[in-house]
Structure formats: structure tokens, C-alpha cells
């Protein structure tokens, strides 16, 4: 059973806190000068107890779970828990400090990570303010008017609003200022230099300061574009509108704002643990409820989850692998597109051409039971930067009636993989020759020669060659007059395949390395118990994937779709079936118009660079 990872804060009282914890977010905070809840921490100054009822994790330290259930977190190679979240109420100033990167925390911390964080400003007063750098030109003028207390002159002011972002590099001179309420995503770790406290008392003593330290580590001259995050992405997901606030070496943090219509949100660990804080609002993360100042992980393994209702949430992650950082996030693919190497109309190249038009990260080319025009694309993908990736569509049989597999990924120079597709190629020539035959009988003038002839010798033809030259050569009145009367099922010049199986199909696409996915699976007509046991079937047969994102699918159909994949462990993808002018209406990447298939998808399918 899937579960969240709830955390019990740990409060701090500190000498600039306040109440607003226990105002603004129901926390049973000690006092009224509480200013931090840790959130999310396995630091030892702040070890986050675990609630997750009827699992064996339940009420074991964050820190425990990290040395001992490593399945949890996605074995991260580290030796402590590396990110800490905390809600920070300011009542009154907080010193200015500085933070160490990790080389000179480590050398000069004890083994201690350094610290970098960012601040996402829940609320403040409306004149409120905080310190982020310093005006002078270098460490020696830095010193100067330390020495000379010209703070009004060394800081940097700079006034601030709720949903302002702030990324702090170590060496960043900064202080959070009285009436703010922000949340910080920062690297496990509490080193903190002070290099100015107002001179306040705390126990009838000043604070500690740490001017030498400062200086070791300050940035100077100070960068205000290091700390503004102004090129925000953001992506709609559903009901969702997906922010990335930062990606950075230390960490990955997202806001999204839910909201309580349309096609709930699906989104997926990708494999790695998630740290979550509700900041607003309430709604569900699939059927377990969420509220205002809940914060949670979602554990590397937990997959796809949904989310409903009306609220903001802050997730933060460790980052993508170096080489992947950015490569998905607000982009946009089509994992299911024709050429008229089968039933399309424009040419391998002239597909590419039109996805890099699009705007398109990805494509995969998937013609029906041939891998003909991949090597055509790939040579166009490399030269527009379109990523093409190998793919097929055979149509295969259940019932009387056809079930499409898609396959990503093939190896389209598998000798097997190419002979059985010849094979399927000889039975669907035969068919059209009887099928054109019928339609002769009939009193149309076609043959399967003038098919080839205007079409090409190598294309693969379907029932869409049929209709489009029937309505080209002035037969016909439209392209579906053709398949409502005369070639759909049912009619009196259709002809039903040679049965190629579900077993059959499913073997040539792992012979050759293929990740079988189903297509379109609304599409078939079936009942809810039907389509299960035809998923449940091709699972037994090595089943990946589901396409749950399509061009005509309503909002839900792709949500059932979703669902029905995130049940039985698959993974989603989706696209066009883009067909060129034999589907007219049907744009690549974009559907009737309405379609967005994620970039991040490819992820979840983990396929090889070509």
C-alpha cells in the first residue's frame, strides 16, 4: 500500500520569533518567540519524527528511516538526510549572517555540510523588507565598513512581497527582516556566521559574532542576479500549474497551485523521494487528505500520484542527474506520429520538419508494422533538434476486433525483428489485393497497382490509402463516406485480417528490444471490465505502458486512462496519431489543438539516446 511519510515539526524559540506558527498554521508551538519549525529534518539539532500509521515506519526518527530503509529516499549515496524545510516567523529582526559552501564547512565544521537555501515568502507586512548582499566592491571594503559600523551604507535593502523567491548561495550576506513569514528549502545543516546582531541582548550577553569567518567566506563584490530567480517555468498539468522556482546543485523546488476544477493533476516521483509542504488550502494527494501547514515525503517508490482540491504546495527534490537538469521540464513531445512510410501523407523528413515547427522536444515515428522511415528521421531529427525516437504501431486482434501496440525504442536493425515484419507485410498485401478487388466489383475504378503507383511501392497500405485515393479521384464525397459505407467493419468491401495475435505482436516488439505500450485504449469500444482483462492480459505478456494522453480522448477518458495505469504499474504516454492530411485536423504535438504530452514522460520510459 502506497503511504506518505507525515513529519512531527520541531519548534525552536529563538529571541526575533513569534506566534504566527500558532495563528496562521495551528501549530502547538512552546511559546510566543518561536520562530522556526523545522518541517522536514533529520538534522540532529531537529530529527523530524515519522507518522504513518499501520506501516513500520510510523513514529521512527526521519534520521532512522534515512540509515535503514534506503528503498525509501531512492538509495541516495549519502551519509545523512540532505535537505531541511523550515517556516521561519520573523517577529523581529534576525542577525545578519552568513553560510560556508561544503568545502569549507567540512574542513572547518567538523564534517559538516554547508548551506544552501532559498526562501519562498508565505507573508509579510505590506512595508516589510529583508537583506540579501552587501554593497562593497571587495572583502577589504567589506571589512572597512564593518570595522566603521556603516551598516545603513554595507547592506542591501530590498523590499519584498508573498510569492517573492529568493536563492541564497553560501557566502550570500543576508538577514530575514521583522514581520516575514517565508519557507526555506535548505541543505541539512545549522552553520550559521553571524557578522552583525544589533547589539541586542540575550541573557543579559550579546551573541556571538563570527567577523572572521564572515570574511572567509562572504561573496564580495556581491551579484544581486545570483539571488533572483526571475526566468520562473511554469507548466499547466491538469489542474495544476506547475512552478519551477529553482534548480540548482543542491536541490530542486516546485510550487504548485491546485485548483479545485478540470482534470486532476498527475504527477510522479520519477524515482525519487519528494519533500512536500502544504502552504494553502486543502485537497487530496490521491485519497489521503492535506491541509495548510501539513509536510510530508513521498517516498522514492510511490510513483504517480493525483492531485485534488484547492491549495499550494511547495515540493522540493536532490536534483536531476547533471546531464538532465532542465531537459524535460515545460517542454512538449508526440509519442505517436505517421508518415507515409505506412498511412501518413508527408515523408519521414517532412514530419520532423513540422515538429521542430511545433516547437517539439521529442517525436516518435510509428508507422503501422514497418520501422521503414526511422533511419529518414533520425537524419532530420539531428539536424532540426528533434529528438526521434525508433518506434512501431502493429495492430493486432482480440475478439474480431483490432488492438494497436506501440513500441518505443526498437532496435530497426534487429534481422528477426525485420523478417517478422515482412511476414506481417505479405498478409496485408493480400488483403488490400481482395479488398481492391471488392471495391471493383462494386463500381469503383481502382486496382492495387494504381494504389502502389500513387502512393509509392514502398508504402504501407492501409484503409486510409484506400479512401484517400477513392476521394482523390473524385469516387467518393469525404474520406469517412468511404469507411461508413463501403471498407469500415461491417461493410460490404471490408475484409478482416489475417489475425496477428496479442501474443504474436507482443513478441516481435520484445524481440526487438521494443517498450510495448497500448494504443489508444479508449478507442476500442470495450467496457471497464473488459479493458482491464485486456490490460491485465498484456501485463502477463510484458506490457509497459498505457497511452492515457490522446487527441480525442475527453478530460474523462484520459483521467480514467491515468488511473487505470497508475493501478496496474504502468507507465503513461501520449500523443497525436498525427496522420498528416489523411487527418486533417489533427496538428502534430497538438491534437485538435487542446493536446500536451510532457517531455518527462520519455523519463518513465526509460529509452536510450539514438
Not at 529534518?41 to 515519522?50: I, L, M, Q, R, T
Not at 519528494?274 to 510530508?296: M, Q
Not at 486510409?464 to 474520406?479: C, E, K, M, N, P
Request: some cysteine; hydrophobic content about 35%; aromatic content about 8%.
Amino acid at each position: 500500500m502506497k503511504r506518505l511519510l507525515f513529519t512531527k515539526p520541531v519548534y525552536k524559540e529563538t529571541i526575533w520569533g513569534g506566534d504566527r506558527l500558532r495563528t496562521e498554521f495551528s501549530y502547538p508551538i512552546p511559546g510566543d518567540k518561536t520562530g522556526e519549525c523545522w518541517a522536514i529534518s533529520a538534522h540532529p539539532a531537529g530529527d523530524c519524527e515519522v507518522c504513518a500509521p499501520g506501516t513500520p515506519y510510523d513514529g521512527r526518527l526521519l534520521s532512522e528511516l534515512w540509515a535503514n530503509e534506503p528503498q525509501l529516499f531512492g538509495y541516495v549515496n549519502s551519509d545523512r538526510f540532505p535537505l531541511l524545510v523550515k517556516i521561519i516567523d520573523a517577529a523581529d529582526d534576525l542577525s545578519i549572517q552568513l553560510h560556508p559552501d561544503d568545502a569549507y564547512a567540512k574542513e572547518h565544521e567538523n564534517g559538516s555540510l554547508g548551506k544552501t537555501e532559498c526562501w519562498y515568502i508565505l507573508s509579510c507586512d505590506p512595508d516589510a523588507t529583508i537583506v540579501i548582499g552587501h554593497n562593497a566592491a571587495s572583502k577589504e571594503e567589506a571589512r572597512k565598513m564593518i570595522d566603521e559600523k556603516r551598516w545603513g551604507d554595507f547592506l542591501r535593502e530590498v523590499p519584498i512581497h508573498p510569492g517573492d523567491f529568493f536563492m541564497l548561495k553560501p557566502g550570500t550576506v543576508h538577514a530575514i527582516k521583522r514581520g516575514t513569514m517565508l519557507l526555506e528549502t535548505q541543505q541539512s545543516s545549522d552553520i550559521t556566521y553571524r557578522l552583525y546582531d544589533y547589539d541586542r541582548l540575550q541573557n543579559g550577553k550579546l551573541r556571538d559574532l563570527h567577523i572572521e569567518k564572515s570574511l572567509d567566506v562572504m561573496q564580495a563584490p556581491f551579484d544581486p542576479q545570483a539571488c533572483i530567480a526571475s526566468d520562473h517555468k511554469t507548466v499547466q498539468n491538469g489542474n495544476s500549474e506547475i512552478t519551477r522556482l529553482v534548480d540548482c546543485e543542491c536541490f530542486t523546488v516546485d510550487r504548485i497551485v491546485v485548483k479545485n476544477e478540470g482534470t486532476p493533476a498527475v504527477l510522479n516521483t520519477r524515482g525519487r523521494f519528494i519533500n512536500v509542504s502544504v502552504i494553502d488550502g486543502t485537497g487530496l494527494l490521491d485519497e489521503t487528505p492535506i491541509r495548510k501547514g501539513d509536510h510530508f515525503i513521498l517516498p522514492a517508490g510511490y510513483g504517480s500520484y493525483e492531485l485534488k482540491g484547492e491549495m499550494t504546495l511547495i515540493e522540493s527534490h536532490l536534483p536531476y542527474d547533471a546531464d538532465a537538469k532542465e531537459k524535460y521540464f515545460g517542454k512538449c513531445i508526440d509519442l505517436h506520429v505517421h508518415s507515409n512510410g505506412s498511412d501518413g501523407t508527408l515523408t519521414p523528413t517532412q514530419v520532423v520538419e513540422q515538429a521542430a515547427q511545433a516547437g517539439l522536444y521529442a517525436m516518435a515515428l510509428t508507422d503501422h508494422d514497418t520501422v521503414s522511415g526511422v533511419a529518414e528521421a533520425i537524419e532530420a531529427g539531428e539536424r532540426l533538434n528533434v529528438r526521434v525516437i525508433p518506434a512501431i504501431e502493429i495492430s493486432s486482434a482480440r475478439n474480431g476486433g483490432d488492438v494497436h501496440i506501440l513500441g518505443y525504442g526498437v532496435d530497426v536493425k534487429n534481422a528477426e525483428f525485420l523478417e517478422e515484419l515482412g511476414k506481417i507485410r505479405n498478409i496485408r498485401i493480400e488483403r488490400n489485393r481482395k479488398m481492391a478487388k471488392l471495391l471493383a466489383d462494386h463500381g469503383f475504378s481502382i486496382t492495387y497497382e494504381e494504389l502502389l503507383a500513387k502512393f509509392g511501392e514502398g508504402a504501407i497500405i492501409t484503409r486510409a490509402h484506400f479512401a484517400r485515393y477513392l476521394l482523390d479521384t473524385d469516387q467518393i464525397g469525404s474520406v469517412s463516406e468511404a469507411f461508413e459505407k463501403y471498407i469500415g467493419p461491417g461493410c460490404p468491401c471490408y475484409l478482416p485480417k489475417e489475425e496477428i495475435t496479442i501474443e504474436r505482436a507482443m513478441a516481435i516488439l520484445r524481440m526487438a528490444g521494443g517498450r510495448p505500450v497500448l494504443a489508444h485504449p479508449m478507442l476500442y469500444k470495450l467496457t471497464k471490465d473488459e479493458l482491464e482483462e485486456l490490460v491485465d492480459r498484456l501485463i502477463d505478456l510484458g506490457l509497459y505502458g498505457i497511452e492515457a494522453v490522446y487527441t480525442t480522448y475527453s478530460t474523462e477518458e484520459e483521467n480514467y486512462v491515468k488511473r487505470l495505469a497508475r493501478r496496474k504499474g504502468l507507465v503513461i504516454t501520449g500523443g497525436s496519431d498525427f496522420h498528416g492530411a489523411n487527418k486533417p485536423k489533427i496538428a502534430i504535438g497538438k491534437g485538435y489543438g487542446g493536446l500536451y504530452v510532457p517531455a518527462d514522460l520519455l523519463e518513465d520510459l526509460n529509452l536510450p539516446e539514438v
